[in-house]
């Protein structure tokens, strides 16, 4: 008889595929998106030519280029300081935004193909004007309607904020200007992108306002979860309270459970940030508080990976306390995979991203040996999938990472000292990798695999 013991050996480590240097672009603050050509797009805050941001493209093997440089007020590149990532239309064009620039330095809304093919959709004109908003820091999301959506952190009739639509020709309509702690709508300054919930309604956060002001008692609310159909009729779901969470900075993932998994940047019994997930009824759970050790004040998304687990990043703490990458299983364990030190990176903001290749990929935005920032991947830790008995064999997968090396090992009991390899080391071709062993008439066997250095 034969069983699995579900766990693994061998943590991952983390490789900097490239260190920005002002010319190149930098501080990147947003994750990184895969396009069809296996390459990954993305943006930083600041520098290339005009020092005003860019755009760029990088491979898994770490070819960089530019694709183009923001201009500012004016030029052919109008926009400054991207903080989001890009997203894809179906006609294989590039969508984004810029948080400042455009013509009344209030931020954009862009489009661009992978040629570099540059439009100016809208700049954004305050708290009225033909294009009410300040600020979208948010990256876009596509309804069903097959127009884009997002949010700006400022402006909106009462300067808190708004969410809007707009058709990829640029026609832009005003959904919802926040209100703050008052309302209606309750609401502040929502930073992250909007989630378009299987339901069909969008899912989002404010990192101010709603009815709730423990935190700090600065008069500018706790924060709030939100839901939002595409006509734009709001309901608020959760005022944060500082106990649960405070200060979200980060956007929603919706879990194969259904449910919806989230950070707040503060918050919970150590007052460094929450992990929590919520029902779309707006039922919150707290799962985690931060405290510094396992990582610190979460800027960014969770992404759900392959193998189930929760992802995501921590702007600081950790064994350094330039921040963290971490693991959250489906059971609602965290492990801390990663604590940047400087030298590989320090201050991540940005969600991770799974490569087709099952490797993450991410950006942080400093470092003590790259102060501009830098682009980094990492293996996930090995986690068996499933198992199960067909003719005499126990067969087995895990997650992996193309090009990765891993053993599978046994014991008899968890007693034994030590453990015993099964066959040969394995290379992997498949993000899901598969192990088989005979079923025989001994003793049970109890497996484990390990990511090789």
């Not at 990976?305 to 059971?331: E, H, K, M, R, W």
Request: aromatic fraction near 12%.
């Amino acid at each position: 008889m034969s069983g699995v013991l579900p766990c693994a050996r061998g943590g991952p480590t983390l490789a900097t595929l490239i260190s920005f240097g002002i010319t190149n672009g930098a501080k990147p603050s947003a994750g990184l998106l895969q396009g069809p050509d296996g390459a990954f797009y993305g943006t930083t805050q600041i520098g290339g030519s005009n020092n005003w941001g860019t755009v760029f493209k990088i491979t898994s093997a770490g070819t960089f280029s530019n694709l183009f440089f923001f201009t500012g007020t004016g030029g052919a590149y109008p926009g400054a300081n991207p903080g989001a990532s890009l997203i894809w239309g179906a006609n294989g064009v590039l969508y984004g935004t810029t948080e400042g620039g455009g013509v009344h330095d209030f931020g954009t809304v862009f489009a661009l193909t992978t040629n570099g093919l540059f439009t100016s959709l809208i700049s954004f004109t305050g708290t009225n004007g033909a294009w009410p908003g300040n600020y979208p820091v948010a990256g876009l999301v596509w309804g069903t309607n097959g127009n884009l959506y997002g949010t700006t952190a400022f402006g909106g009739t009462n300067d808190n904020g708004s969410v809007y639509e707009l058709t990829t020709n640029g026609v832009f309509t005003s959904l919802i200007s926040f209100n703050g702690t008052n309302g209606p709508p309750l609401g502040a300054q929502p930073y992250a992108r909007l989630l378009l919930g299987k339901d069909g309604n969008f899912y989002g956060t404010t990192q101010s306002g709603g009815t709730n002001d423990l935190l700090n008692g600065d008069g500018l609310g706790d924060g709030t979860l939100f839901r939002m159909t595409e006509a734009g009729a709001l309901t608020t779901l959760i005022s944060f309270n500082a106990a649960n969470g405070a200060k979200p900075q980060a956007g929603l993932v919706q879990g194969v459970d259904g449910n919806f998994y989230g950070t707040a940047y503060y918050g919970g019994s150590q007052g460094a940030g929450t992990l929590f997930k919520m029902t779309s009824g707006g039922v919150l759970t707290p799962l985690l508080s931060f405290n510094n050790t396992n990582g610190a004040n979460p800027n960014a998304s969770l992404i759900q990976g392959l193998d189930g687990s929760f992802y995501g990043t921590t702007q600081v703490g950790g064994a350094a306390n330039y921040g963290t990458i971490f693991q959250l299983s489906p059971a609602g364990k965290l492990t801390s995979l990663i604590s940047f030190g400087g030298t590989n990176g320090a201050d991540p903001v940005a969600e991770l991203t799974q490569g087709i290749d099952g490797n993450f990929y991410g950006t942080t935005g400093s470092g003590t040996t790259s102060p501009q920032g830098t682009v980094f991947h990492f293996p996930p830790p090995p986690l068996f999938l499933k198992w199960w008995q067909t003719n005499g064999m126990m067969v087995f997968t895990w997650s992996a990472a193309i090009g990765q090396t891993y053993q599978v090992q046994f014991k008899t009991n968890l007693n034994q000292t030590g453990w015993n390899d099964l066959g040969g080391v394995m290379n992997a071709t498949n993000p899901i990798t598969m192990g088989s062993d005979p079923v025989g008439p001994g003793p049970r066997r109890l497996y484990r695999v390990g990511l090789l250095p």
